[in-house]
């Protein structure tokens, strides 16, 4: 599953929540990775890349 949000402050913000609670990420450039609960792969990317 993708998802795209306005910024690369907003993925860095998700990141840094979902870090505070323990979740594993995996960077790529602009993309953060995640697995969900049912280990589904989550990706979260800028619209605007910069």
């Known amino acids: 599953m993708s998802i795209e949000v306005p ?10 929540r979902m870090r505070a609670r ?10 953060l990775r995640f697995d969900d609960p049912w ?6 990317r800028p619209a605007l890349v910069g």
């Open 7 to 16: 910024t690369s402050d907003d993925v860095d913000a998700l990141a840094a």
């Open 22 to 31: 323990g979740v594993e990420l995996r960077r790529d450039g602009a993309t």
């Open 39 to 44: 280990k589904t792969v989550i990706e979260v």
